[in-house]
């Protein structure tokens, strides 16, 4: 972990150990209901103030908070159209197998590129520290992956590139050989005139 990340971690952390304070609380409009109040919107005084936390302009989590549920959002770092495409194509493919992660959201909020929702059932049936934990740790992952992708992207473009000018080549030098040889035929026969 670099440097310059560690404080950047420890605030998220820090953060949301202090948002996941959850409790079951029911619907105020709708009897019966207990959906999450950071979605709904339905009561200001259950809302918490959102709390930005920022690494630079590009790299930031919005941690969104009430009292029966808590929203993560994260935007990646996308240094540039390589890096936005393949973080682009990560989450989608991610999203589209929320239902394995249970906390991620299928759209993300807007601005950001993943989202993840815990709810107090989520804090009921599994330990906060561990989810503390896997936000993290999917926080020090996703540079890594997209860094190794693009990578392997680049690789792939050299071989690619390399394979065709190799083709490309040969075809022109056979072009060429073959030119100079009708150069070379016209040449003697006008010698011979």
């Known amino acids: 972990m670099t440097a310059t990340l560690r404080p950047y971690l420890n605030a998220v952390r820090a953060t949301l150990q202090a948002a996941l304070c959850l ?42 908070g009430s009292i029966n549920s808590v929203r993560v959002s994260i ?51 599994m330990y906060k520290h561990k989810l503390v934990d896997f936000v993290i740790h999917f926080m ?9 992708m693009k990578l392997s992207v680049n690789a792939r473009a050299r071989i690619v590139a390399e394979e065709f000018l190799k083709n490309v080549s040969t075809k022109f030098i056979t072009l060429w050989m073959a030119g100079k040889k009708h150069f070379l035929f016209e040449l003697r026969i006008k010698l011979y005139e």
Do not use: W
Not at 140 to 148: G, W
């Open 23 to 64: 409790e079951n609380f029911s619907s105020q409009v709708v009897e019966r209901h207990n959906k999450p109040e950071v979605e709904v919107r339905s009561s200001k005084e259950l809302l918490l103030q959102p709390v930005v936390i920022s690494r630079n302009d590009k790299e930031k989590v919005l941690i969104e």
């Open 75 to 125: 935007a990646v770092k996308q240094a540039d159209e390589i890096e936005k495409i393949l973080c682009h194509k990560f989450m989608r493919f991610m999203m589209m197998r929320a239902e394995n992660f249970f906390i991620l959201r299928r759209k993300p909020v807007e601005g950001y590129d993943i989202s993840f929702l815990i709810t107090n059932f989520h804090t009921e049936q």
């Open 140 to 148: 020090e992952e996703i540079d890594k992956e997209i860094s190794e």
